[in-house]
């Protein structure tokens, strides 16, 4: 048996684009974490007695969520524009396992910085002094706590790195869903679902399937 799992965006909506009197350049980032990423290295946060130990875990964590990350740059965006991505969206996930929880998150910015600049620029938010006060209250939470945790400090360092350079933060979306209670038939799809702070709506879909190999291979001979 094989398994095949993605997430797709299918259609941003955003109401005020950051800019007075122009268009707007906008960039879409968009980080997704699993709890096969996530658990190996929370029970070995757990096992751990020293700060520097669980430091290293803690950015560990981090790094998986900022390696997971996606940069989507369009330009000449209006107000109460709608960003529609095709017939079947766009994939911000693949995976050939289908996990049993995940979190995703989209950071919406209007900004022109050269989209070359951002992995640093997003990879020097860990080497930020405020991370290390993260351990104190992450040493005693419950994994998906973690996580959030963790999640809400990338947003700020984010949001921070864009306003720096004179950027503005259109909207972040987040959500956290569980296999059992939210794709127990291996699909979902979310609707206009609002934004943190109202100022965009998304539509995605969250889509599984479990098969045969022999029907893949029936697949494949029936094209050759």
């Known amino acids: 048996m094989s398994e095949f799992f993605t997430i797709k965006l299918k259609k941003l909506a955003i109401k005020d684009n950051r800019e007075t009197l122009t268009k707007a350049e906008v960039n879409i980032f968009s980080f997704i974490s699993t709890d096969d990423v996530e658990l190996p290295l929370l029970n070995d946060l757990y ?112 949001s921070q790195c864009m306003s720096d350079k004179k950027n503005d933060q259109i909207d972040v979306f987040m959500t956290s869903l569980n296999k059992h209670f939210d794709y127990p038939k291996l699909f979902h799809n979310g609707v206009g679902v609002s934004g943190v702070c109202g100022n965009i709506a998304v539509d995605y879909g969250v889509y599984g399937i479990i098969y045969k190999d022999k029907e893949v291979n029936e697949i494949i001979q029936d094209k050759t």
Do not use: C
């Open 47 to 158: 096992s751990l007695k020293t700060t520097e130990e669980q430091v290293k875990v803690i950015k560990a964590i981090a790094q998986d969520l900022l390696s997971s990350r996606q940069i989507h740059k369009f330009e000449h965006i209006s107000d109460n524009q709608d960003l529609i991505f095709g017939d079947t969206g766009l994939a911000l996930y693949t995976s050939n396992k289908i996990p049993e929880s995940f979190n995703l998150m989209l950071v919406v910015m209007e900004d022109d910085t050269d989209i070359r600049s951002y992995g640093k620029m997003i990879d020097s938010i860990l080497d930020d002094k405020e991370f290390n006060i993260l351990v104190d209250l992450i040493a005693a939470s419950s994994g998906n706590l973690v996580i959030k945790q963790i999640i809400q400090y990338l947003i700020g360092g984010i």
